[in-house]
Every structure is written in structure tokens, then in C-alpha cells.
């Protein structure tokens, strides 16, 4: 080949590959930009955990400021003397609640009684004797604000209680009777067995650094049921009241003590059958010194959790401060278990 057409077609070769490869170049994809290194995002901190409630002292005989899930019994015996000639007796007075919380607010309850007296002078018509109370169905509203507390209750008692009718007996009647004065009348409608009692009460409290302050006040209006004849139930309606105070202070995280303060009064007047030494009967009302009484207790309380339970069991000593209960030198002593989870 002429040396002239051997360096045109080299020269050619040469532009077309160079095209190629800039073609080539052109289709290539670009390069990814520079990845920008991610940077951690900071954890936030763990919430702190709420601050658990402040310790609240239970009361002896007073509804506590809750709605809680709760097995409770308590045992109040009460020893007192016939002032006529001395003679001792003792009087011991069992309740069991069960209280279970449907809502944080909300708690239904039951309440089971009875009683045992040992009279100081039994006679035929005033024996020793046993009875099984009247039970009361309830519910509880307790709500908090800050640190006040509000429990308003409503319940009712179920008139089945041993001792009742127009002929009840003795020992059975003795016992009730014995009884109130050992609950410082404060679960009268318990011992009414011939009433339909409905209750309505209200409690509130102050609860803060280990120190709690509370008072209630509770209306009895009852109904009879049975018994129209019997000396212990004349009247067809009754209203009585209670009314209490609480003062309980931690001295420990699992010691705390308390004070009570209670009132009972009837509203109403009750009547009673009285036979005198000739055997005749008159109707007439309660005396003076039977309308109302005054108690006191202070005691102390212990605070144990139990798994995620709290067992809180008291002992406390009351006292009445006026008649009857001074005429007759009651003494009470309460073992208290509280047990809730």
C-alpha cells in the first residue's frame, strides 16, 4: 500500500476509537457523591419513677380513705363489770371485709360479724350467749387531690343476724346488746338485727410526710324488718349517727401510731319494753345516758410489704368517756389485720 494511504487510514483508525471512547465516557454513570457519615442519635434519658404515695395510717374504726382490694379482720374485745355488784364480763366483737377495686376509684364490699359475751352475772333472762351480725353490703368512692383525700360510702345491712324476731333468744339478744359497747356503737346497724338499715357516710383526710389527719360522718336510717313485737325493736324507723377523727403519725417507715375519737347519737328516739318486779310491761325511751357516747383509742400499727401486698397489723386499747360506758368501766382492747394487695 502506498505509504500516503497506510497514514490516512491510521489516522482514521485512530479518530474513530478516540470517539468510541468518548462515548463510552459519556454513557459511564456518575460517580456517587460522598456518603455523609451518619451521626447516632442521643438517647433520651429514662423517665424518673413516681414518687410513691405518702403513708397513710390506717384508723381502728373509722373507713379507711381507699379503694382497694382488701381482707380484713379485726377483733375488739371488751372487758366491763356489772355496776350493781361488780361482777366481770367480757364481750368479743369479730368483723371480716372483703373489699375488692373494680376501678382505681371504685371498691364494692362486703362485711361479716360476730359476737361472743360472757355475761357477768348470767341470769335466765340475761344469759351468756353467741350471735351472728347482720352483713352489710357497701361500695366506696375514694379519690385524691394533692394531698387531700375523699371517701364517700353507700351500703346497706341484710336483716339475718341471729338474735332477731318477737321471740329471740336470750343469749343471742344479751350478746348484741353486750356488743355495741364493744365497736363504741360506731356498727350499731351490725347489731340491729330486726332493721333494714341503709347507710351514707363521708370521710376525708389530709395525708402528707408520714402524717395523716381524717374525719367522717356517717346516717343510719333504719327500717324494721321483724320482730314488731320484741322489746329490743318497737320503733317501725330509727336514725342514728357516728362521727370520728383519726390522727396517725410514721415513726418508722413500718411503725405508726394512732389516735380516735368518736361520737354516736341517735337522731331519733328510740323505745324500749320495760317489766317491772311485778311483772307488768311499759313502753318507754331510751334514757338520756343511752342517746349517745363518746370513745377514745390510741394504739399502734405495723407496715410489712409482702410481695406486692401490704400486710398492716394494729393493736390498739379504747375507752369510754362517758355513761354508760364509764357506769360499767369498759375497757376495750382491738387486734387489727389489714391485709392488702
Known amino acids: 500500500m502506498h505509504p500516503r494511504k497506510v497514514l490516512l487510514t491510521s489516522a482514521l483508525a485512530l479518530t474513530g476509537v478516540g470517539a468510541l471512547a468518548s462515548v463510552a465516557q459519556a454513557d459511564a454513570p456518575a460517580p456517587a457523591p460522598a456518603t455523609t457519615p451518619t451521626v447516632a442519635a442521643t438517647a433520651a434519658p429514662p423517665a424518673a419513677p413516681a414518687a410513691p404515695p405518702p403513708p397513710y395510717s390506717v384508723p381502728w374504726q373509722l373507713r379507711p380513705l381507699a379503694?382497694?382490694?382488701?381482707?380484713?379482720?379485726?377483733?375488739?374485745?371488751?372487758?366491763?363489770?356489772?355496776?350493781?355488784n361488780g361482777d366481770t364480763g367480757h364481750t368479743t366483737a369479730t368483723m371480716a371485709l372483703?373489699?375488692?377495686?373494680?376501678?382505681?376509684?371504685?371498691?364494692?364490699?362486703?362485711?361479716?360479724?360476730?359476737?361472743?359475751n360472757t355475761a357477768p352475772t348470767p341470769t335466765a333472762a340475761a344469759p351468756s350467749g353467741t350471735a351472728f351480725l347482720n352483713p352489710i353490703v357497701g361500695i366506696t368512692y375514694a379519690n385524691t387531690v394533692d394531698r387531700f383525700r375523699f371517701a364517700p360510702f353507700l351500703g346497706v345491712t341484710i336483716p339475718v343476724g341471729q338474735g332477731g324476731g318477737d321471740k329471740p333468744d336470750a343469749g343471742a339478744a344479751t350478746a348484741l346488746k353486750a356488743g355495741i359497747n364493744a365497736r363504741s356503737a360506731m356498727d350499731n346497724a351490725m347489731f340491729a338485727v330486726n332493721y333494714t338499715t341503709a347507710i351514707a357516710g363521708f370521710g376525708a383526710g389530709y395525708v402528707a410526710s408520714g402524717f395523716t389527719a381524717q374525719a367522717e360522718v356517717t346516717l343510719f336510717q333504719l327500717f324494721?324488718?321483724?320482730?314488731?313485737?320484741?322489746?329490743?325493736?318497737?320503733?317501725?324507723?330509727?336514725?342514728?349517727?357516728?362521727?370520728?377523727v383519726h390522727l396517725g403519725y410514721f415513726l418508722l417507715p413500718s411503725l405508726s401510731v394512732g389516735a380516735e375519737a368518736r361520737y354516736q347519737r341517735w337522731l331519733s328516739t328510740p323505745h324500749k319494753k320495760v317489766t317491772n318486779a311485778a311483772g307488768m310491761t311499759s313502753i318507754v325511751p331510751f334514757a338520756d345516758s343511752d342517746m349517745d357516747n363518746v370513745t377514745a383509742a390510741l394504739g399502734v400499727r405495723g407496715h410489712f410489704k409482702v410481695g406486692k401486698a401490704w400486710l398492716r397489723p394494729g393493736l390498739s386499747y379504747a375507752r369510754g368517756l362517758d355513761a354508760p360506758l364509764t357506769t360499767a368501766s369498759y375497757n376495750v382492747v382491738q387486734i387489727d389485720v389489714p391485709f392488702v394487695f
Open 67 to 84: 379503694a382497694a382490694n382488701v381482707i380484713r379482720l379485726d377483733s375488739s374485745t371488751a372487758f366491763y363489770e356489772n355496776p350493781a
Open 98 to 116: 372483703f373489699s375488692y377495686k373494680v376501678t382505681p376509684h371504685l371498691a364494692p364490699l362486703v362485711r361479716f360479724g360476730y359476737v361472743d
Open 224 to 244: 324494721r324488718s321483724r320482730g314488731t313485737s320484741a322489746a329490743s325493736s318497737l320503733d317501725s324507723t330509727r336514725t342514728n349517727s357516728t362521727a370520728g
